[in-house]
């Protein structure tokens, strides 16, 4: 079955740095999805990569998948304390299975 | 535009005591609906999902259960609660497409368990 990993677990990072966190999968993804969520609500889409080497960014996100299509990482530029709360990213490997997600990365932003 | 419901936000049962939590989307027709859990140190993991009604996929053998009535309500359910199912309940639906497609998540059910 498909799994998921990312890292780091969690981050703390003072305000105005990069980051970027990472997913690797085991098997060649289909599709890899960018969700964020507060912590106890839901989870709100980020991004979706579908193709090898496929790039995309919205504001000061950019998520990236690898050309083997097995590793997708998404940096932040200039963290900002909106940025804070926890980082899913999931995915499916066949094109018609539910999505499996990984543990997340907890993302803390200090000023 | 299409809005996904789900309730209650926050919930406190005894152990072995029954379950039920709703979830409704609005705006959208013939949608696959899933149930999620989030509990610590776990991640998110898939419970069920419906691509259509009295339509169950069951992910993880457990004593929890769920059921689609109608078109645009899911509702999972137990009928004794045991200390392991306490997490964070998610519901969400994506376009029915297909099932590997964009998920749009309901704000979450935090269920303890005592």
């Known amino acids: 079955s498909q799994e998921l990993e990312q890292s780091p677990q969690s981050l703390i990072v003072q305000e105005g740095k990069n980051l970027t966190i990472n997913c690797t999968s085991s098997?060649?993804?289909?599709?890899l999805y960018w969700y964020k969520q507060k912590y106890g609500e839901g989870l709100i889409f980020l991004m979706m990569?579908?193709?090898?080497?496929e790039e995309k960014s919205h504001e000061k996100i950019t998520a990236k998948l690898d050309e083997k299509k097995q590793q997708s990482s998404l940096h932040i530029t200039a963290s900002q304390p909106s940025h804070a709360g926890i980082y899913l990213c999931g995915a499916d490997n066949s094109g018609n299975t539910p999505l499996v997600f990984g543990k997340g990365t907890r993302l803390s932003v200090i000023a | 535009s299409q809005t996904i419901h789900q309730w209650p936000a926050t919930l406190v049962q005894p152990v072995g005591s029954p379950l039920s939590l709703e979830c409704t989307v609005e705006?959208?027709?013939?949608?696959?609906l899933y149930w999620y859990r989030q509990a610590a140190g776990r991640g998110l993991q898939l419970l069920f999902y419906s691509v259509g009604i009295g339509q169950i996929s069951s992910e993880v053998p457990q004593n929890l259960s769920a059921s689609r009535p109608q078109d645009r309500q899911f509702i999972l359910s137990s009928k004794k609660l045991l200390l392991s199912d306490s997490g964070f309940y998610l519901c969400a639906w994506s376009v029915p497409q297909g099932l590997a497609e964009k998920l749009f998540f309901g704000s979450g059910t935090q269920l303890s368990v005592l």
């Open positions: 098997k060649t993804l289909y599709g």
């Open positions: 990569l579908q193709k090898g080497g």
């Open positions: 705006g959208t027709s013939n949608p696959n």
